[in-house]
């Protein structure tokens, strides 16, 4: 028996059978209350700006996306968990209703941290019983059922977009308690090391393609696979290095004005940067807040948490200039995702290319905007990526807190220009 | 063995024998905590704006209150239980040292509800050997013990004080929810109540004394006694009711700019405020939200949760005006204090003046500005009042949630004309 | 023939013959335009901030005053020189209904500087017309005449306002250009003056009265007439110096929160205050925008550009207080009013109590209260003072700007406590 | 004798001789004052929002342009006019210093209308003698020379598009007068026009090549000329009319949230917009505020001023989409650009392809990024374009208002995507 499994609303071709859905699902929930575990219920409601949400929002939130779009399809007269969570737990579904707005989802106390629990389980109990029926009848002989295979594949992804949200939003709220608490203690010390020094790899260019294609699961916002003329380009080897980014800084990189985008600047000035979020004065040196504490700045590990703004000055700094989207993806295409789960991105250590993936979303030069023949599905799940396709700037590879099998190579991620708590960092590219 | 109690830092005479003020600081610690009780973790971490502050953050605020003001100052060498904790629950104390901002409270997930807890407990621990030591040796003969003494029943006057802020802040934040969950259960049905008519008696004014002079204990900015003019005037004998307010309503007193203040009318179209805060149109008719949960405005009950704007703008409509501080605390004077308990108003009962205290505090048309040869006490404790004295309106009397000994006949309390949270009402006056 | 004179609304006996009015109003009229003439059409027409206006609209609006509550009062059928006036140039009257926002008075272009003249001219003329026709019938035979001549002398006390106003205002426009241009260049070289040493003189106390009562005019705000208690006091002999003011900025004064109310030092920290308004830091020492261009600060002559916060906090630091209003009036009522108009304040020449007028406006320690027995005139002209009576402080005096003709030693002027655009200047007080 | 001409600062080949140049250097400078002629001096000098700048601004700042990067350079020991306007008329050059900050120009009062006509006389008298002396001496045989024409070429262009902003600028300012004043009478009566229907033409795609490349002039973002990929596509004939507009408007276009992106329905809900800029209810229909001052909307007239959210909304509801600036730039090649000026666009009366300039810009569904290659000159005039590489959507071909020799096929307009005082309107295209 096989599923169909496609780009949002899309049916293609075959992804998953339904025992391989089913142990994905069961995976993906378990590894977010895995990642809530080291968390105190005070933790879990806190939000610390509009752009965080609480920890116990993203676990009522991915388990909301089941009821909405999987449980209340598939299962006649279903009887949601709770009424008002779909009130509470909607994220920016127009299509679905009114919603608690994003910047107040902190002031939700109750539910509490233990009836979200509970929440979760009720519905991984609705979706075994689901499981179970569609286990029950072949899915090829029901469109219903591929369709809603289709949804429950595309809730799991969703669901580790919110695992790695998860992460950051923590990260945020920690450090805004003056005692910069942990999320999780060092499990080791950081070893010493040493990245080797920042080489450029060549290509020709010339008429390329780009974007997804094919039976594996991707969002709709990677396809459809076109083609782009590449002038000959060249990219850098691995990321750049707080080591690199403390020259930028001696340089008088957070006080030239002629690095900086308008925009840049002013938001420098704006809001008085002068170093990456999360970078504090210690000492003479510097620290930076991490998910395991407070730690003096490792000169040898890659630059994050810094928005496109001060990737492009740096950018600028260095003579070399951000690669576009399809340069990089050009490039990522003949390479291997392998990453390591880790809080925290680590220094380069191979030859060659390496840290396309695993360490932190790389900065592209290129606009969020549709792939040619790009249409949104129709209904609420249309509105998952397309709207907002503007004043967003593309981030690709994957960070060391996105889960290990959440990457791809024409995974395109987003923020504005301006954001910073996502783990973007900065890979170099040059005209060749 | 006795004790000189005092308006901060001002030791006049005596008030509570040693023993006397050890039940006292007991009875409002443990106070505290019942209060804390119903609350879940996540309840007690949250600021839903910034003049409201955590639950967490009261008990703990109040308990630092002793370590910096009294264990410090009484004992060699006393260890405070973390010293992060001198940053964290400083409220406003210039003369302190750096703290929290105000409104970032609710970023504090760490140190947990549980750790507050054990706080008070070693807090509590603390001040008893303080009380045996003191118990050991006459107060008399030590101008310190005198002065600790003193330091300790002004802790548990502004312990009181921030019970009724409790209150009034969790009843904010649980109304942010759009579940607008209870704190507690309603106990038992409201009863069906008829306030008598609105009345007024007549006082002949001239030349009276205000303001507290005496043994017993009363805050800084009470005193000193002093002379005031007064014409001859009339008080009314209960609080506005919300029925008398749904008139106001009807007549379109939030529509029209004759009633009111410049500056409230701004405030109103501002904030499109149509009703007191907590009020909710339900179906044709309004509802309010109370500690126990939302009710139907009860017309016998008085309005509660207006500003000082609205009030002054419902006098204006009513051709009365609301009571100079000094006529009320006038009037007041030969009234007994009997206050009992309870989460919400309940209506006028009694023939004659009652509801001046128990209820709702008073606004009155006078600003809070420090009296005839009222100063400050030197030091960080002279920041208690003092500093607070503009831009404020002054209420009298008290209100259903403010803690069964802590009204007084002097007692000035004050909020800005704008604000709306406090359980503020309104009673008439007129010239005769 | 007499005409009755009163404060808004409120005929109470006469003040002025009908010939003393028209002298007055032909007078106040062309003072208005003379404070114009130094100013082009760029200068009149910008507004600096929400609270300036700019000098076209003065010049417009203390015109339209005159059509809207004598003209078309007076005169059946009475044409408005152009309708759309009445929207342009109302300024805060409800009751006449809509007009154009104040933040947004300077996006009028049009009518034009010269309109704006031409509009005078026509409404001065028509009031000739008037005076003309008042003047041959007698006005006590008319309650109508009785109650216009009332408003003609409330409009030339209402314009007069409004000259100290534009005078203010115009400082504000152009302090915010670079050039720091001068409305009018120095007509003379500042002499140096060494005012003497600051002293106090005592007043019993007592029950005194205070407030305005009898033929004169006043505004309604200035009475009733009514009795206050006060304690023994003393009041400086002249204004604070700029000097005295440096010696408080080289203690730390705006560094040093214990002098300061919590609003205040809020406020100096949010705006970056270290000095008055319109210091500018000129070398090793200050200079001070005037009216007649940028100066070095005369150590010799009165602070001025103060807010109440900054007065505040500088009696403070001299362990002094501000005055009551009340204990400022009973010193100034023994005190002959003798101003003599100045583009800036002059240093103290005189030996005893001086500077009571003509230099700067006093901030007192009281709120902007109604008096007791105070009643809000009906209709429009009700709204010219009592709805501003919350969360302003009461200043005392006048300034050197201030018409000679327009000061009273019963004259309560009220500005917020944050506010320092007006020529606000300390005097000291302090308990006997 | 030639002078090479060349996108800013990179010398390419010749454009203009000098006598070409010189004549347009007069012909652009006199046409700035004749747009201004209209205009009081109390027009010139507000500034309504902080996009817009005061006619007065635009006038001093275009002429500043070639004191700064002219006349300073050519001519050993130039005297500035004053060395203040240095400072005042700098609009966002960093590297050329300080500048009076953009939100503030409208508080210049000072230098004057007459003032700035003066500056502009005196500055075009020193180019009058810098062209006499070269025309002296050949341009080809100094670097010097070559330069110093291709500087003067860009500050006409430079000021031609200042000569729309002023347009656009004084239209923003006069809207914002309640009387609404009007630019200039209507010189006629619009006719009647009734537009065809809306069509499409096609396009195969395939590699194209776009951007400026050759000797004319042109911005440095419109090149490097490169290769671009295309999928078949069709573009519309016209633009969309003010009729098309009120059907989506009747269709609950500005009240349904899934025609539009996120950022765009938090814009429309934020702001209540429900019609384009300067649209007025007017009876049951519509008015439309112009230069020459308000009309009824004519539906057969290009909707114009709306803004990218807005275009983009619109194309959601028909089904078709926004063209791609290289879609819209390949069709418009094999097209005359003939504009005509006029205050208001016009409704179309070709047959075929038309309106592609001279009506209204057309926003693209491209990002505002940098061509492959594109490198921002070094120095001041670097920073004339590239710098605002972010967040900005483009829009092509040209408007009503913009000078008649100041389209071109490849010109890149740009302004943010909620920016609506552009005169901004909408072409649709579609996949094939």
Redesign the interface.
């Known amino acids: 028996m096989t599923v169909s499994s496609v780009g949002v609303g899309t049916p293609n071709s075959l992804s998953l059978d339904i025992d391989s859905l089913r142990r994905r699902f069961d995976a993906v929930r378990t590894q977010t209350e895995r990642l809530a575990d080291p968390l ?7 939000q ?1 700006m509009p752009d965080v949400s609480p920890t ?1 929002w993203h676990r009522a939130h991915t388990t909301w996306f089941f009821e909405e779009f999987v449980l209340s399809l598939a299962i006649d007269g279903y009887q949601r968990v709770d009424p ?1 969570y779909q ?2 737990f909607n994220s ?1 579904y ?2 679905v209703g009114a919603r ?1 707005p994003r910047p ?1 989802r ?5 539910p ?2 233990d009836d979200i629990g509970n929440y979760r389980r009720l519905v991984n109990a609705a979706m075994d019983e689901l499981f179970d029926e569609i286990a029950r009848r072949p899915m090829d002989s029901s469109p219903l059922h591929s369709s809603i295979a289709t949804l429950i594949e595309l809730g799991t992804h969703h669901e580790q977009q919110h695992q790695e949200l998860l992460l950051m939003d923590i990260k945020h ?2 450090f ?4 910069h ?1 942990a999320y999780q203690p060092p499990s080791e010390q950081p070893q010493a090391a040493e990245p080797g020094a920042l080489t450029f790899t060549s290509h020709d260019g010339g ?1 390329v393609e780009v974007g997804h294609e094919g039976p594996e699961f991707s969002f709709d916002n990677e396809g459809p696979r ?6 000959p380009f060249a990219l850098a080897n691995r990321l750049v290095t707080c080591g690199e980014w403390l020259e930028f800084m001696a340089d008088g990189g957070y006080e030239r ?2 690095f ?6 002013a938001t420098v000035q704006q809001h008085g940067w002068d170093a990456p979020l999360y970078w504090d004065h210690a000492g003479d040196g510097w620290s930076v807040f991490t998910l395991n504490g407070s730690q003096p700045v490792d000169p040898a590990a890659p630059v994050v948490n810094v928005s ?2 001060e990737a ?1 000055a740096y950018a600028h700094w260095t003579g070399y200039r951000l690669p ?1 989207e399809e340069e990089w993806e050009t490039v990522a295409a003949s390479h291997r995702v392998e990453p390591t789960f880790a809080l925290h991105p680590r220094p380069a250590t191979a030859d060659g290319i390496s840290q396309l993936f695993g360490e932190a979303w790389q900065w592209t ?3 969020y ?2 792939y ?2 790009f249409r949104a599905a129709d209904g609420a799940v249309g509105e998952y990526n397309g ?5 967003q ?1 593309v981030l690709r590879g994957s960070a060391s807190i996105t889960p290990d099998d959440h990457a791809r190579v024409t995974y395109r991620n987003f923020f ?2 301006s954001s910073r708590w996502a783990f973007a960092g900065v890979r170099l590219a040059s ?1 060749v």
């Open positions: 105190s219920p005070e933790d879990q409601v806190v610390s116990k008002a009130y509470l920016y127009e299509a608690q107040r902190g002031m939700i106390t109750r509490s941290v709220v920690l805004q308690n003056p005692l608490p008429l076109h083609k782009v003329w590449l002038e004005p002629e900086w985008l308008s925009d840049g600047w496109y703004y492009d576009r030069s290129s606009a905007t549709p040619p023949g709207k907002f396709m503007v004043d700037q504005p220009a005209d």
